[in-house]
Structure formats: C-alpha cells, structure tokens
C-alpha cells in the first residue's frame, strides 16, 4: 500500500568544499527553521570542474558533520563526480556515469576510497548517489562491501528491495504535490536560483508534517520488492522523464548539462 496522503524527502545534491555558497545559505535555513532530515549526497574527491564554483570552503566539512548531528543522512555521492564512462546503468536517465561500465576492481578501489574519506572526515555515508544515476551490478557489489545497503534512486512510488539493497526512489527535482507515495525532491545548490529556493521553501512549510527522513523509512517499510504491476508504472516514469530530459537538452544551450 502506498502512504496516503504523500510523504516527502528532500535530498541536496553535489555537496563539496567548492560548490558554490550562494545558494547553500538559504538551503540550510529551511533545514534548520523545519527541521528537516535531508540525504546530503556529498562528494568525496571532487575532480569536476562543474563543481568547482568557488575556493575551497574550509568550513564545509564541520558544516556536514554538524548537519549529521542534527539528523542528515550522509550519502556518497561517487568519488570524483567525473562522468567519463558510457556503461549502461541501472537506472538509464544519463547517456554518462562516472560507475556504470567501468571495471569491478576500480569501482570497489572508487568506493573504498569515497568511503575512507568521508569517514575520515566523521561523516557516516548510509547511502548511495550515483552521479548522473550511473550504476551497474558491479557498483552494487562494492556498496556492499562497505555496508552500504541504501540507494537512493530509481522512479517507483514506494521504497523497495532490488538487487540486495533497499531503494529509496528519487522522483522529483522540483516540489511538487502528490497525492500518495514517498517522494524525494532533488535540489542542487549549485544551479538552484532564487525563485528555486523560494519555491522549496514556500513548499515545505505547506507540507511540513509530511517530510520524513531515510531512518523512519528504515523503521517503517517492509523489505519487499515491487510487483509486476509496480514495475511496469516504474518503467513508464522513467520513460516520461527521459522523454522530459529530451525536450529540456534540445532547449539548453550547447555544453549545457545534466547531472
Ligand atoms: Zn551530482
């Protein structure tokens, strides 16, 4: 059964020492003004130019522990945030991935470092980001290895169980009401604009009550697969959003991105 009315999770992507601070403000005081649990997908070793928007902020990693103490979930987010691979991903909305494609070896190296970073920083990663939601079985395996069971990922209405780990779906990249379901709103602060953060905020304070966190889903859902029926409407959603994807790439700019 899907929750009723819908429950909401709010996930900030590309977080590291040189993402750009304008936006990060306004962010943090929605975080703290509501209370929010979000997944702070962070990025261990960044080495993409796209996420180097200013000098490296020396208060970024105290930031993260301190939002960790209040109750974020610290998700890796790759290793380097470089997408040269062209492997075939689990989830197929990116054409790039930095995981998808490349060998078992290096993906687990990848992660065992991403993994021994952010733990040396006193970040605990529960779950697992694919930059440009690249993975494989092979990123699966090397998750595993280092007690990461939670992707958050994929586009079903409900968390569920597949390949051994337990996802929790990422749906939306801008609020939006729905009417059953969990569902995570992606933010990226380094993109975000104004009216963005405004819109997030104006959201949250509508649906405060309904914003849970990766723990209480953790405690509440059983650990059971989708069924058929589950999957097929999986399938048409990811249809829809690579159809979106299209339309938006074909307005963008050239060297214009997704991530
Ligand atoms: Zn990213």
Known sequence: MLPTPAQYLLRIDDLCPTMA?????????????FRLRPILAVVPENRDPDLCR????????????????????IALHGYTHLCASRGRSLVRLSRFSEFAGVCGGVQRN?????????R????????????????????????REEGIRVISDGLARRPF??????????????????RRGVWTICIHPNTATVEDTGQLRAFVRAYADRFTC?????????QRPLTFGERM??????QRQCARQLRKRMRLPAGGSFR
């Open 110 to 118: 990848w992660i065992r470092r991403g993994v021994d970073r952010l």
């Open 21 to 33: 601070a304008g936006r990060w403000p306004a962010l943090t005081s929605i975080i703290g003004e």
């Open 233 to 238: 409407c999986e399938g048409w959603a990811l």
């Open 214 to 222: 990766v723990e209480e889903i953790l405690e509440k859902w059983d």
């Open 161 to 178: 169980v597949r390949e051994g780990m337990f996802w929790i779906p990422q749906q939306l990249w801008t609020p939006a009401e729905r």
């Open 54 to 73: 200013q000098n490296s902020d020396p208060h970024f990693w105290q930031e993260m522990r301190a939002l960790q103490e209040q109750g974020a979930t």
């Open 120 to 143: 040396a920083e006193g970040l605990q990663p529960v779950a697992w980001v694919a930059p440009r939601h690249g993975f494989d079985r092979e990123t699966i395996v090397a998750l």
